[in-house]
C-alpha cells in the first residue's frame, strides 16, 4: 500500500513537472490571476505616473522658493524677510521631493517583482520546486539507496522554491488590493492633489514677479553730486513726494508678500497629505505584505508537503 501510495505520487509530480516546463502550469495560472494582473500593471503605472508628476511639482515649488530666497528683497525690506519665512516651507518641499524619489524607486522594485514573478514564476521556481519534489519521491520509493541526506535538501529546496514562487507571483497583485483600500480609506485624490499643487506653484510663481516688479519700482536712484542748487531743490521736492508714495508702495508691497507666503504656505497641507499616501502605498504596504505573506505561506507549504510523507504504520 505504502509503495503504490509513493508511486501514485512519483506520477503525479511528474505531470506537474511536465506541466510547468511545457508552459501549461504557468499558462493556467495567468489564466485565473488574468484580471487580477490586469489591475495591478494599470495601478503600478498609475502610482508611476503620479509619483512622476509629484516629484515634477516638488522640484517646481523648490526651485520657485529658492528664486526668492536668493532675491534682493529679503535684504533691503528688513523685518519682512520673505527667504526666512519661507524656510519651513522651503524644508518639507526637500522632504517630499526625497519621500517622492523613494517611492518612484520602490514602484520600479515593484514592477520588476511582478513581471518577474509574471514571467519566470511558474516556469521557474515551480517547476524547480516539482523537480525537487520529484526527487525526493524517487529516493523514498527506493530505500536501499539510502538517500534521507538528499529526501532533506530536496524537500527543504522545494518549500523554498515554492514560497519563492507565491511571494514573487502574488506579492504586488495583493500589494495593489491593499494600497486600493488605503486610497478609500484615506480618500484622498493624488491626481487633484497634485493639480492643486501645480496650480499653487504657478500662482506663486506669478505672485513674486508682481512683488519683484514693485519692488524694483520702489527703489530710489542715487543722487548726482555735481547738480546746481535749484535742481536739487527740485529733486528734493520730488524725492519728498517719491518717499511719500514710497510708504504706500511698501504698504502694498508688504501685502503681496504676505499673499505670497500665504499661497506657498497652502502647499503644506498637501504635500502632507501626499507623503502619507506615498509612504503607505509604496513603502509600507509592501512591506507589510512580504512578511505577512511569508508567515503564511510557509507553514501552508509545509503542511502541503508533509502530506506527501506517509509512514509506515
Same mark, same amino acid.
Given at each position: ?12 509530480? /511528474? ?13 493556467s495560472i495567468n489564466y485565473v490571476t488574468y484580471k487580477w494582473d490586469v489591475k ?35 535684504? *533691503?525690506?528688513?523685518? *519682512? ?6 524656510? !519651513? ?38 517547476? /524547480? ?13 527506493? !530505500? ?47 491626481t487633484g492633489t497634485i493639480e492643486k499643487l501645480e496650480e499653487i506653484k504657478n ?82 504596504? !509592501? ?15 509545509? *503542511? ?10
Amino acid at each position: 500500500m505504502v509503495f503504490k501510495f509513493i508511486y501514485a505520487k512519483i506520477v503525479f509530480l /511528474l505531470l506537474l513537472f511536465l506541466a510547468g516546463m511545457t508552459g501549461l502550469a504557468d499558462y493556467s495560472i495567468n489564466y485565473v490571476t488574468y484580471k487580477w494582473d490586469v489591475k495591478t500593471e494599470e495601478h503600478l503605472d498609475e502610482l508611476l505616473v503620479n509619483a512622476g508628476a509629484a516629484y515634477a511639482v516638488s522640484r517646481g515649488l523648490n526651485a520657485v522658493i529658492s528664486v526668492i530666497q536668493a532675491s534682493d528683497i529679503n535684504i *533691503l525690506i528688513g523685518n *519682512l524677510a520673505l527667504g526666512e519665512a519661507l524656510d !519651513p516651507v522651503n524644508d518639507i518641499v526637500e522632504r517630499f521631493s526625497n519621500v517622492m524619489l523613494m517611492s518612484i524607486t520602490s514602484i520600479g522594485i515593484q514592477k520588476f517583482i511582478f513581471r518577474t514573478g509574471k514571467a519566470y514564476g511558474v516556469n521557474l521556481f515551480l517547476t /524547480l520546486a516539482f523537480l525537487f519534489l520529484l526527487t525526493s519521491a524517487f529516493f523514498e520509493s527506493l !530505500p536501499f539507496l539510502k538517500g534521507e541526506r538528499v529526501i532533506a535538501i530536496s524537500n527543504t529546496m522545494s518549500t523554498s522554491m515554492v514560497i519563492i514562487f507565491a511571494l514573487f507571483r502574488f506579492i504586488i497583485p495583493t500589494v495593489t488590493l491593499l494600497s486600493l483600500e488605503s486610497e478609500k480609506l484615506f480618500g484622498t485624490d493624488v491626481t487633484g492633489t497634485i493639480e492643486k499643487l501645480e496650480e499653487i506653484k504657478n500662482r506663486s510663481h506669478i505672485e513674486y514677479n508682481t512683488v519683484s516688479d514693485e519692488f524694483d519700482q520702489s527703489v530710489i536712484p542715487e543722487q548726482e553730486d555735481d547738480k546746481n542748487f535749484l535742481t536739487r531743490i527740485s529733486d528734493s521736492l520730488k524725492d519728498t513726494g517719491r518717499r511719500l508714495s514710497e510708504t504706500f508702495n511698501r504698504d502694498k508691497l508688504s501685502e503681496n508678500i504676505d499673499r505670497v507666503i500665504k499661497s506657498l504656505g497652502e502647499s503644506i497641507e498637501y504635500i502632507t497629505d501626499l507623503i502619507v499616501i506615498f509612504i503607505i502605498q509604496t513603502i509600507v504596504i !509592501p512591506i507589510l505584505t512580504f512578511f505577512l505573506l511569508k508567515a503564511s505561506f510557509q507553514p501552508l507549504i509545509i *503542511l502541503f508537503l508533509s502530506g506527501f510523507r506517509r509512514e509506515n504504520p
